[in-house]
């Protein structure tokens, strides 16, 4: 009957592994069915294996429990493509989640057996905690699969998810603190009642915090793609007011051109030559520059000439090798916050420079196995870079590195990686991303 009891009580670990999981449906490391046999064999052994060692020893189930957390963790986390803190945030979260369940688990079974203690829960009491881990699940299932799963795709900065961390291990901390080792203890004044308080006020805290967490993680997501777009828009529009210049010169030059014709012929039969010579140059110097052909794709097109401009007021020495289909997988919304992010961080990177003539920009885009987009910028900088835990954050406007890490979500959204790297005086992006199937 004790082993009973204690298998149960490590029973609660299989509907953790399921809400670990469901949220990171998109990162896994392996197709689904794969990581479904590894979680069943690994909890096939854990679980029985740590009821035997309860069961044989005298000690609360955390010192089994806690150990076996870990070694899920280590497993959990190399079965994802993510940042160990956003793998860590999501992990602690659902431990906090399943701490309480043991808890009520505790009030019932002091109850049934009050001259017990927490060493030997009955076979009821932890079949009721198995049953609201159950529960727990059935309730956070979409909520986990859906709005959680979308804001990890979306969300990926391992300072934020890092910045979590404290929250769910306050919340395991107090739970564990919160336990008796004597159910008469339950039963002295009104500790009993409190108790229960305060699980209903943990627990209605713990969805709260979290709830606020996703709602403001939200909302900056949305004002980050917005300005994103926004800034896509002001680039895409200063092109097609230049293009529109162009247009409506070009017109006017074609009305002006048959009076051009008629003093060029005039000047040719007077042989005035010096004159003409200086005419046709004024004339070929007022005629427009049209917008380059960078590529067919029209809006990335549209961003690599206000790039062209931009850096040419900027001092910027070019040299470009560009080559992208006109449609592809990517969406042009994506593909051009990819290529912006880059020029713009090679804008602020050779700005650092004082002297123009230092000023240098290498780009090339080509395709690859005829599927694959592959990309090398290259920049001058000043060599000032500020790294925290290997990763790269901005040196201007007070900023964060948003525009890095934007590059490197969407070249893993899209089945790609993007590597980033200094030297003393350049900064260095690669990255490979599938654009055609």
């Not at 497993?75 to 309480?100: D, G, I, K, Q």
């Not at 490197?408 to 899209?414: D, V």
């Not at 790609?416 to 200094?422: E, I, K, Q, V």
């Amino acid at each position: 009957m004790k082993f009973a009891a204690q298998f149960m009580q490590f029973m609660v670990l299989i509907p953790a592994a399921i809400l670990c999981f469901l949220p990171m449906k998109d990162q896994l490391t392996s197709p689904p069915k794969k990581i479904i046999a590894r979680v069943g064999l690994v909890l096939t052994i854990l679980i029985p294996v740590s009821a035997l060692i309860l069961t044989a020893g005298n000690f609360p189930a955390n010192y089994v429990m806690l150990p076996d957390i870990a070694i899920l963790y280590l497993f959990y986390h190399r079965s994802l493509n993510t940042h160990w803190a956003t793998s860590a945030s999501v992990f602690l979260m659902v431990a906090a989640l399943m701490s309480f369940p043991p808890n009520i688990a505790l009030c019932i079974d002091c109850q049934i057996h009050p001259q017990e203690t927490l060493l030997s829960p009955c076979l009821v009491a932890t079949s009721v905690q198995f049953a609201i881990s159950v529960v727990f699940v059935l309730f956070y299932f979409l909520i986990f699969k859906n709005h959680f799963s979308e804001l990890i795709n979306s969300l990926n900065s391992a300072y934020v998810w890092g910045a979590t961390l404290p929250v769910p291990l306050i919340f395991i901390l107090l739970n564990i603190m919160m336990q008796p080792q004597k159910y008469e203890t339950m039963h002295v004044n009104r500790v009993y009642r409190m108790y229960i308080a305060y699980l209903l006020l943990a627990f209605f805290l713990f969805n709260v915090i979290y709830l606020i967490f996703y709602l403001v993680a939200v909302i900056l997501l949305r004002n980050a793609k917005t300005e994103e777009r926004v800034r896509l828009f002001e680039m895409q529009e200063s092109q097609y007011l230049a293009q529109q210049r162009y247009i409506t010169e070009s017109a006017k030059q074609r009305h002006d051109f048959r009076q051009q014709l008629h003093s060029l012929a005039q000047m040719a039969k007077n042989k005035e030559y010096d004159a003409l010579t200086s005419h046709l140059a004024n004339c070929v110097a007022e005629i427009p520059e049209s917008p380059t052909c960078y590529c067919r794709n029209i809006p990335v097109n549209a961003l690599l000439n206000y790039y062209d401009h931009l850096f040419s007021s900027q001092g910027i020495t070019k040299k470009w090798n560009i080559q992208i289909p006109a449609e592809c997988l990517v969406n042009d919304t994506e593909l051009c916050s990819l290529i912006g992010n880059i020029l713009e961080n090679v804008s602020a990177g050779c700005l650092t420079l004082p002297d123009a003539e230092n000023r240098l920009h290498t780009l090339n885009i080509c395709l690859k196995n005829g599927s694959f987009l592959a990309v090398r910028s290259e920049n001058r900088f000043d060599g000032k870079v500020d790294i925290k835990k290997g990763h790269y954050l901005s040196t201007h406007k007070g900023g964060s590195g948003i525009g890095l890490s934007s590059i490197q979500a969407i070249a893993e959204k899209h089945g790609g990686m993007a590597y980033f790297s200094h030297t003393p005086d350049t900064f260095t992006i690669k990255l490979i991303i599938k654009i055609l199937s």
